[in-house]
């Protein structure tokens, strides 16, 4: 913008009126610090004061304003010290209480005194009553104006009141008339996309006039508040691209050239890359063999094969004399990555090392001093890689397999950690699940995406069932069938208790039940009490065929594969979520075989429980099943709670305004290409002093 004048996204809110030093620190704790960031407070709902309403009128539960006197005030010491006020209007009475009050405001409520009061009514032991109403004592005979305006109601926190946050927000409303916010979006792309102004927008959405639609108010869905989910949208979006086009000016170790060893190892698998895998490897390698770092992100259903896709880019690095890390969420997984990566890179003659948080002492040393000077080539193991004494001769390349569902600042300072010489490793991260659009666009528009959308072939989907827990006996004799053809079967223990210990015990008791019951069967048992060996023991047993039926926890839940087991019996079904479930499911179903899935469930069901068990039911397909869980249970939660800093939207909400998401990606590019001087105040304005990770 090309004038000095200070603009309210500069001015410090303590040039409002009413803000000393003690309440603009506490301001400034609340997120607010310019007159700019009380015009973006908005409102959380709205109450209609524009008529008054007769007490008479009142019922339980109405938000109201109603006017009348003061007919007796007087303080009642019960279990706890109130103030009690009786108040009427002619049409009735009712009380106002008061459980905290200073002497001042007891004498204000003289007998005679009338009042403007604002509130909720609720059944009280006599008759309604306000807990701690708003109310404005009004002068004998002068008229005093209701509200022209519906009354926003704001966000407010035990320092900052609601009613300061009205006052402030109707100051910054009426220097708006003339001070000036910077409109950052151009005029052409607000054209184009059919999106009010900013200052209509705020206008609105601060004092939306009495006959404003309120549902749609309330559900945020008027185009105003959706000019401003936009442009908050944008601003995320906007900072995890500047993430992106920063990490383009860094170097990194161009992996290039000589495909052979590459090559030989696609020559020793079993089976052929799918179209999907070979394309999502070339990516892969032209993004190696830049000198800037890859940040890619593979997305990829349960079962497509991503370990092999991870192994090409691995090889290459190697074929590159540069070391890889490979991360895994669990122990278990990490594990199992080991078996098979150990296994197809050591007829390549690749020096595979394995670290956990349980490797210790001299088998630790050892490891450490291989992979500091160079001899081991491949380091897998758990976010144990990345402690503080690990240090790589020449790492390359760093891979974050089944996503931790790591925000941007972890992705970032992983990166940080294998920094040498001005060199950042690249980076590959492969999510377990697939995450719907919506999401990934606001939380890994930092990464470039490929997506694997094909299984290999021969895959039949995996059926899937309800059954009550009450047919149990019945769901046994399924187990005892698919054994007897041959196939193996899993049993997974889940338990409404997040406890994990109680979890690892009805996991026991379990097996023990079913080899009980299954006396011709070999059942075997893991979770997460065990040792890391006799984990990987059962596990290999398992997966030998020498244990026929494995009852587990969700430990296996990622990543576990074993083609002949076809059955899946999931217990508590419906307390798990639905990416939870699909994981699990797609541990079966990876070989040629009719798999099926058992989801037991105790009932009876919640509404939203059948509708996940439905969506499972009637689908296989991962992509669609991250939609519906982001539908049924909003970005929050399919997320988890780790993530909700990166998702504290003020207005928009990921599933309700994907609609919007076309628009936020072309807004982008075109602000990138034509005026970039706009994205900093953009993100600034939304984001605020959390828009910090874009600093890179
Ligand atoms: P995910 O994508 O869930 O991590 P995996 O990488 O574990 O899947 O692969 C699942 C199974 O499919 C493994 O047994 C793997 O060896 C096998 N597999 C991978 N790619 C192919 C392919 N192109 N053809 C046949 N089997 C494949
Ligand atoms: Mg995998």
Redesign the pocket.
Known sequence: MQNNEATLDTLPVSTLRGVGPRSAAKLAAFGIETVQDVLFHLPRRYEDRTRIVPIGSLRPGDHAVIEAEVDLAEIKYGRRRSLLARVSDGSGSLMLRFFYFSKVQQQGLSRGTRLRIYGEARRGPATLEMVHPEYQRLADGEPVPTEDRLTAIYPASEGVHQLTLRKLSEQALQLYEHDRLPEWLPQELLTKLQLTDLQSALRYVHRPPPDADLEALEAGVHFTQQRLAFEEMLAHHLSLRRVRQRARRLKAEPLAGNHSLLTRFMRS??????TA?QRVIKELLRDLSASHPMMRLVQ???????????AAAAIQAVACDCQVAIMAPTELLAEQHFG?FDDWFKSLGIQVGWLSGKVKGKARDRVLADLADGSVQVLIGTHALFQQDVTFDRLGLVII??QHRFGVHQRLALRDKGRQQQKVPHQLI?T?TPIPRTLSMALYADLDSSV?DEL???RTPVQTVALPDSRRAEVIERVREACREGRQAYWVCTLIEESESLQCQAAEDTAVLLAETLPELNVGLVHGRLKEQEKASRMTDFKRGDIDLLVATTVIE??V?V?NASLMIIENAERLGLAQLHQLR?RVG?GAVQSSCVLMYRGPLSALARKRLTVLRESNDGFEIARKDLELRGPGEVLGTRQTGMLQFRIADLSRDQGLLNKVEQAASYLIENQADRIQPIIRRWLGRSARYGEV
Do not use: S, Y
Request: aromatic content about 4%; some cysteine; hydrophobic content about 35%.
């Open positions: 698998l079993p089976f052929a890359l799918t895998q990829g259903d349960v079962g497509c094969g991503k370990t092999v896709v991870a098979n397999d089944e492969m377990a694997i290999p072939p021969g990622v990543g594969d083609p797609g990876r």
